[in-house]
């Protein structure tokens, strides 16, 4: 579910996730949001996000 929000969110930048990790780290590049933005966001929307 949250790929799909973040497709939507982020269509031009590159992210990922990191399963192997037992927090699946997300990983975010982009140019046009700063770290703070998308946490706020995708907090907002219900997912649980910090930036490490």
Do not use: A, H
Not at 7 to 30: A, G
């Amino acid at each position: 579910m949250v790929g799909t929000f973040l497709n939507i969110l982020l269509p031009y930048d590159s992210w990922n996730f990191d399963l192997e990790d037992k927090d699946r780290i997300l990983r975010v590049e982009t140019i046009d949001l700063l770290p703070d933005t998308v946490v706020t966001i995708l907090n907002s929307q219900g997912f649980e996000c910090d930036e490490l």
